[in-house]
């Protein structure tokens, strides 16, 4: 059973690889359409909209392709850091600029929160992978509402808020939120994949993730990672 598995995530680390190599230039086309027409296509034309819904599609299938991928690496326990220093409010910066079409579409407004700079000793790509899925997630559940992205340095670590307003989650759900996956997140559209990729790359980090529901609704994610 075990080999079998195996060999499993290796036929989908090898798949995957190649869908992504064959997509992510038609991505990157569409996106450059998509910026081209919003500055020389007059309103009443629907060819923006048409790209722009190409170009979200073709993100999609590429970040669902990267999701399979990265389960299958890290099920194999591949998983490969490259220490630098590394500001976390610039990564939460440049998350958050990414994802700006994302938050606009569900009339979601972020709040970021932190000191300037809060540094650490992490793997960058990493770090960005972690905020990345906690603020998509938040995204999904929170709208129309605000996102707020909290961060506080503590003596030897750094902690990393991510508050939603949404429906929150269930007291059932939170010992397994983390698992390999979580069962309604893809009822709900995603992979129910994302917060298993950032436990294992937090804890690879030598950090800890935990999930809750305030008082006051919605959820709250906390990530703490040690400084250096």
Not at 53 to 58: F, G
Not at 172 to 200: N, W, Y
């Amino acid at each position: 059973m075990t080999a079998a598995l195996a060999a499993r995530d290796r036929f989908i680390a090898v798949v995957g690889h190649e869908l992504r190599n064959s997509v992510a230039p038609l991505m990157l086309l569409a996106d450059h359409f998509d910026e081209m027409l919003e500055d020389t296509s007059s309103a009443t034309s629907p060819l923006p909209s048409r790209v722009a819904i190409l170009a979200k599609n073709l993100r999609k299938f590429v970040g669902t392709v990267d999701r399979v991928t990265e389960v299958a690496q890290l099920r194999k326990g591949n998983i490969k850091l490259e220490i630098s220093a590394v500001d976390l409010v610039a990564v939460v910066t440049d998350v958050t600029a990414r994802l700006r079409r994302e938050a606009a579409a569900g009339c979601v407004e972020v709040i970021v929160d932190g000191p300037q700079p809060a540094m650490g000793w992490w793997d960058r790509t990493r770090v960005d992978q972690v905020v990345a899925h906690l603020l998509s997630n938040a995204i999904r559940y929170a709208g129309p509402g605000v996102v707020t992205i909290s961060i506080r340095l503590r003596e030897s670590e750094v902690e990393l808020a991510v508050r939603d307003h949404g429906p929150g989650i269930s007291v059932e759900r939170l010992p397994t939120l983390f698992d390999h996956l979580d069962p309604v997140t893809a009822q709900s559209g995603g992979l129910g994949v994302g917060l298993f990729i950032v436990k294992t790359l937090v804890v690879a980090m030598g950090g800890s993730v935990s999930a809750e529901t305030p008082t006051d609704g919605g959820a709250l994610f906390r990530v703490l990672l040690p400084r250096g």
